[in-house]
């Protein structure tokens, strides 16, 4: 049986089935042409370590951008280039990134916003992930493994939000829940 040549216990296989979604014949193929070409999948894992690397001191110093209280960029877009995360671009106005994201686009966005009220002024941020409502199913999957990457260069937010429509992440909207998550607001009622 295939089983017997791959010398793979069967809890593995399933294993595999649960974390890919797939039902277990054709994660069983999966699971052998991984065995059966470990360099494929090593070459793999080794492009995977080169894409973060290079795309890591980028993403770092975008952050800092936003987050510097010494200029006007407000917001930082890294978006996939196929297999490849890249500069979407970066910016003053959140409307411009809006037209950034497109229906078949897959992005991470770190978003600075200013909040309170006439007493005390802040700067609250937002990561966003978006996903537009034509991204298929392998790719939206993707997005979730690559997040917690992204999350480890952009640690400090207010709120994650997950948008696959426009209007989960206009300004307003937006502003909002970082509002609300941030507390009370002191001010003077006027």
Not at 19 to 40: M, N, Y
Not at 109 to 126: I, L, N, P
Not at 151 to 178: C, H, M, R, S
Request: glycine share 8%; hydrophobic share 35%.
């Amino acid at each position: 049986s295939a089983h017997a040549q791959t010398n793979q216990p069967i809890t593995a296989v399933y294993l595999k089935t649960t974390l890919v979604g797939l039902p277990p014949p054709f994660a069983r193929s999966i699971s052998l042409s991984l065995l059966c070409d470990p360099l494929s999948f090593s070459n793999r894992v080794q492009k995977m370590a080169l894409f973060r690397e290079v795309a890591k001191e980028d993403m770092q110093a975008a952050y800092e951008e936003v987050r510097n209280d010494g200029n006007e960029t407000n917001w930082a877009c890294y978006k996939y280039e196929g297999k490849s995360l890249v500069e979407g671009g970066t910016g003053a106005e959140y409307s411009d990134l809006l037209e950034l994201l497109g229906d078949d686009d897959r992005a991470y966005c770190y978003v600075r916003f200013e909040t309170g009220d006439e007493m005390s002024r802040r700067a609250k941020f937002a990561f966003i992930t978006w996903i537009g409502p034509a991204v298929g199913a392998l790719k939206k999957a993707a997005v979730s493994t690559d997040k917690a990457f992204v999350k480890e260069l952009w640690p400090n937010f207010g709120k994650e939000i997950l948008a696959d429509e426009k209007k989960e992440i206009q300004y307003d909207t937006v502003k909002n829940i970082l509002e609300k998550a941030s507390g009370a607001a002191y001010g003077t009622g006027k």
